[in-house]
Every structure is written in structure tokens, then in C-alpha cells.
């Protein structure tokens, strides 16, 4: 069956400096993958998103890499800071399907 | 515009009982979906319906009913709750169904425990 994971349930970084979440996935060929941002006590907020045939995508200090031979999404924030405090989730899709989300990996930026 | 909103925010049950969970959007969105979120184990999909009159179910549907009878509404009917029910519920809607253009818009999200 699908398995999605996500590096570490929890991830600690110095304001400043480059977070860097991974999200692997298992007997999936997705066409597509999404990041969504989830704070606490709200729903997800859709980020970004990548296709099977592109390598990278930015948007402002977000960066997100798709490698699918490697099975695996990197999502990077850049100059982070505190306001990035939150739980990151990837969202796999393919045409014509519903979303399958891994369990998130929850971010704190220290000051 | 409000975007996708659910009612109520927290609610506690006992076992046996039944409620719905209420959600309504206003962006004319055809798709709409739901899901349950427990601690580690990501989003599953329980029922999702792609315009009014018809639903179908997702990944873990057993203990629910959902119906569509408008493009805004999409209630989630439990029955007979149990503690395994116990979890976060969220809502969400898209305007086609989830291809490589759609992204989901969720509502804040429903804390129901079961005791």
C-alpha cells in the first residue's frame, strides 16, 4: 500500500537558517506533489505545488525539489523565522484521484 | 468571502450518541471532501463528493454518513460514536476535482472527542 513520510515529527532550527523538510513516499508514482502549512487549532494552507516532470519550484523564500527516482520532495525555507513556526504537510496526487497527505513534520524556528 | 466553514469548533460526546458536523462553502466549488486528522498519522479521507447529489466514500468512511443536497453544503452525519472516533475532522473544497491545477481549501477544523 501508499506509504508517505516525513523526515522527523519535529524540527528545531536558529532563526535564520535554512529549514530543509523531506517527504518520502513508497509504491506511489504520483504526477504531482503539494505543500500545505497547518498552524495549530487551523486547517492547511496550500503552498505549493511541483509536477512529476519538474525539478524545482520557488516562490519568496520557499523552494521545493520533486526527484522521482529517489521518491522524495525536499521543501526548503530560506532566512527562516519564527512566523515560520508550523506543521508542514506533503500532499501526493495523481489525475483523477483524491490526495494522499503524510503526517506532517512540525517546524520551530528559534529567536 | 468566508471561504469553507465548519460548526461546531469542539464538541464531546458520549458513546452511543449521534451528531453532524456542519460545513458550508461559498466559493461554488464542485468538490468537496472530508477528513479526519490523528496526532502522527496525517490526513485520511472519509467521504468526498464531486457536485450535489452524489457523494462517495474515501479511505476510512466506516461510522459516517455524509450527503450533498446543495453545491454550498456537505454535512458528516456519525451515528453512533464511538472513542475511536475521537480526532480532529477538517473540511475542505476544490473546484475540479484534485488534478495538478487544484489545491484543496480547508475550514478551521472540528475537535471531537468520544467518551
Known amino acids: 500500500s501508499q506509504k508517505i513520510e516525513q523526515n522527523s515529527e519535529a524540527l528545531n532550527i536558529q532563526e535564520g537558517k535554512t529549514a530543509t523538510l523531506t517527504c518520502n513516499y513508497t509504491n506511489y508514482s504520483p504526477a504531482y506533489l503539494q505543500w500545505y502549512r497547518q498552524d495549530p487549532g487551523r486547517g492547511p494552507v496550500f503552498l505549493l505545488l511541483?509536477?512529476?516532470?519538474?525539478k524545482e519550484k520557488r516562490k519568496e523564500r520557499l523552494k521545493v525539489t520533486f526527484d522521482t527516482t529517489l521518491k522524495q520532495s525536499l521543501f526548503h525555507i530560506t532566512a527562516s523565522q519564527p512566523a515560520d513556526s508550523a506543521t508542514y504537510l506533503c500532499?501526493?496526487?495523481?489525475?483523477?484521484?483524491?490526495?494522499?497527505f503524510g503526517p506532517g513534520t512540525r517546524l520551530s524556528v528559534l529567536p | 468571502n468566508a471561504g469553507v466553514t465548519q460548526t461546531p469548533k469542539f464538541r464531546i460526546l458520549k458513546i452511543g450518541q449521534s451528531m453532524t458536523l456542519q460545513c458550508t462553502q461559498d466559493?461554488?466549488?464542485?468538490?468537496m471532501y472530508w477528513y479526519r486528522q490523528d496526532p502522527g498519522m496525517g490526513l485520511k479521507l472519509i467521504y468526498y463528493?464531486?457536485?450535489?447529489?452524489?457523494?462517495d466514500k474515501g479511505e476510512v468512511p466506516n461510522g459516517y454518513n455524509v450527503s450533498r443536497s446543495t453545491t454550498e453544503d456537505f454535512p458528516l452525519r456519525l451515528e453512533l460514536a464511538a472513542p475511536s472516533q475521537t480526532s480532529v475532522y477538517f473540511c475542505?473544497?476544490?473546484?475540479?476535482?484534485?488534478?495538478?491545477?487544484?489545491?484543496?481549501?480547508f475550514g478551521s477544523g472540528t475537535q471531537l472527542s468520544v467518551l
Open positions: 475542505a473544497s476544490s473546484y475540479a476535482q484534485t488534478g495538478a491545477n487544484e489545491k484543496l481549501f
Open positions: 463528493s464531486v457536485g450535489a447529489g452524489i457523494t
Open positions: 511541483i509536477r512529476e516532470n519538474e
Open positions: 500532499a501526493l496526487g495523481n489525475y483523477g484521484q483524491n490526495f494522499v
Open positions: 466559493m461554488n466549488h464542485n468538490y
